[in-house]
């Protein structure tokens, strides 16, 4: 681990024992892309375990860290469970609290377990989005101009990052964001507490222990909830979502909203390129690239999926390049080789923070050999679509990206072109999948999400 992490674990320990009167047992950084810190401590002879959350590194938080403690403590205090919070760290930035058991995951769970779990989480979610606005509010948790722009304040906070961070030309997202613009979801005036990246908790023996990751939770369109958990459905597994809505229907006494949910659902696969597009153009070092390039790329693909199920447009299909063999090949795979031998297997390094880096930059590597295979023939079709869109072909890929986005901004107030740079997005969004990594890896596998109709 570098030195300022461990800096920063040494100034949270400090922390927790002069705020807490407690004795840290251990205390780990967990290795992943944002600061969050596990520890144990003994307070008054009894061993607690707690989670302590960082702000994140390689953008900005789409609302302030202390707007995510403040809901998540205001939840918990209305009998909604979420973790108990325990206090506020100025350095590094931070919030504290419980740590929960169970699994965030279905893994060797039993399918009635599942279903109640999930039920158990609807349940929780009625509750929630029946509490009375007001409080929350008057405590600073954000909220529209009116109920009737519910569903719009969360959408402008990402874009309002995306702008102030943007380095690049970036077509698809201007695209997306001029069609919400003339097309946007409408909340009817429905106005609740929401977590909004929704389908986040622990479960155990077919009970929600604590909904977690409030992290770009406001005042919004309940419907923002049940539409933005469709995407973690393709990797956690929740049920048939019909079925979903209609117990949550008869839990609640609000009627699903179909066409809110569409578009809210459209809105909700924009949010990764919005908040980490420009780090994937321009990482720091402590940018985890390929998870946040997986995670760009798969959501662009289901943005384009579901504005062509809004529009009732068939996608196109793109083939599969040909392999080709480039002098760094050797090299590049070589180096994938000795970075997995270094992070996974009898062979990795002992400490786990090192090992998730070197794990990344394993994926890099195999990224990096996969551009060498199909970057150029991927490129070339790019620029034979712009070919015939444009009636020119650009000089580069980089050259198409901006004047790709200039035609797209010109067409913005009236989307004269919607259809057709629809389907040019989508196939551009399957080349890019393409290249993640190798066919049939983890990386560059897409998982479709179930559709509404």
């Known amino acids: 681990m570098s030195e300022q992490p461990r800096q ?17 047992t251990s205390i780990w950084r967990q290795p992943r892309w944002r600061p969050v810190w596990f520890a144990e401590v003994e307070r008054n002879g009894v061993t607690q375990s707690l989670v302590v959350r960082g702000d994140r590194t390689d953008m900005p938080l789409i609302f302030p860290l202390r707007h995510e403690m403040t809901l998540q403590a205001m939840l918990h205090e209305r009998d909604i469970p979420t973790p108990a919070v325990l206090g506020w760290i100025d350095e590094p930035m931070a919030y504290v609290m419980e740590r929960v058991g169970g699994q965030q995951h279905f893994e060797n769970t039993s399918d009635a377990d599942r279903a109640s779990a999930v039920d158990d989480y609807l349940q929780i979610l009625a509750r929630m989005h029946a509490l009375d606005v007001e409080p929350f509010a008057a405590a600073g948790i954000m909220r529209a101009e009116s109920p009737e722009l519910s569903g719009l304040l ?48 622990h479960n155990a023996d077919g009970k929600i222990v604590a909904v977690l990751d409030l992290e770009i939770g406001h005042i919004g369109d309940p419907m923002m909830d049940l539409a933005a958990w469709r995407m973690r459905d393709t990797i956690v ?54 998870t946040n390039m997986q995670w760009c790329y798969e959501t662009n693909l289901f943005a384009t999926e579901a504005l062509a199920e809004i529009l009732q447009v068939e996608l196109p299909t793109v ?63 790019d620029l034979d679509d712009l070919h015939q869109l444009l009636g020119h072909r650009p000089a580069d890929w980089f050259t198409g990206e901006a004047e790709l ?25 399957l080349r890019a999948h393409q290249l993640l990594g190798p066919p049939g890896s983890a990386m560059a596998t897409h998982l479709p999400i179930q559709t509404f109709r």
């Open 405 to 429: 986005e200039a035609f797209v901004l010109a067409d913005a107030e009236t989307g004269t072109y919607d259809e057709e740079l629809l389907e040019l997005f989508h196939k551009r969004n």
């Open 237 to 290: 597994g929740y049920g048939d979502f019909p079925t979903l809505y209609a117990r949550y229907e008869e839990l609640s006494g609000t009627e699903i909203d179909i066409d809110a949910l569409m578009r809210h659902h459209f809105a909700f696969t924009l949010t990764n390129q919005l908040a980490l597009g420009q780090a994937v153009r321009r990482p720091n070092v402590d940018t985890d690239l390929m």
């Open 8 to 24: 920063d674990t040494a100034q949270v320990q400090a922390w927790l024992e002069t705020n807490l009167s407690s004795t840290v």
């Open 154 to 201: 969360g959408l402008r906070q990402y874009e309002t990052v995306y702008r102030s961070t943007k380095n690049g030309p970036d077509p698809f997202i201007e695209f997306c964001l001029g069609w919400l613009r003339r097309n946007p979801p409408q909340s009817k005036g429905r106005e609740s507490v929401i977590c909004w990246d929704s389908g986040q908790f």
């Open 319 to 381: 083939d599969e390049p040909q392999v080709r063999e480039g002098r760094a090949s050797t090299p590049v795979e070589h180096m994938a080789t000795v970075l997995k031998s270094l992070s996974v297997g009898d062979g990795a390094v002992d400490d786990e923070f090192l090992k998730y880096r070197l794990r990344a930059l394993f994926r890099e590597a195999r990224h990096a050999a996969r551009a060498i295979e199909i970057g150029d023939q991927v490129s070339n079709h």
